[in-house]
């Protein structure tokens, strides 16, 4: 997996073999503390190799709603949608996040 940070976006890509959200998260802090307002992090280069990969995303998700971050996460690839757990795409599709219609590129 890289990470790479450019003004305040952080594009991750590799494969995703196990949970990568601490790094992630490391990095996004980071850039936060540049730029305050949003922090994008775009996965277009990320490939979801395991399912311990896939806690990546779960925990990131759950960790913005928390904590209420301003982080946004693009580019999601369309198989994991289908590979979510059931609640969490419960939640998605229901639309209770404020940053959704970003995550999933619908405006």
């Keep these: ?31 936060l503390n540049q730029y305050p307002q949003e922090v994008i992090i775009d996965f277009s280069g990320a490939r979801w190799g395991a399912t311990e990969g896939e806690h990546t995303l779960t925990d990131a998700i759950d960790e913005i709603e928390r904590l209420n971050l301003p982080f946004v996460l693009l580019n999601v690839a369309g198989p994991i949608q289908s590979r979510l757990a059931v609640p969490l795409e419960r939640r ?5 996040e404020l940053w959704f219609s970003r995550l999933w590129g619908v405006d």
């Design 92 to 96: 998605l599709s229901a639309r209770t």
């Design 1 to 31: 997996m890289v990470i790479e940070e450019r003004r305040n976006i952080v594009s991750v890509s590799g494969t995703m073999r196990c949970n990568q959200w601490p790094v992630i998260r490391t990095t996004a802090f980071i850039v």
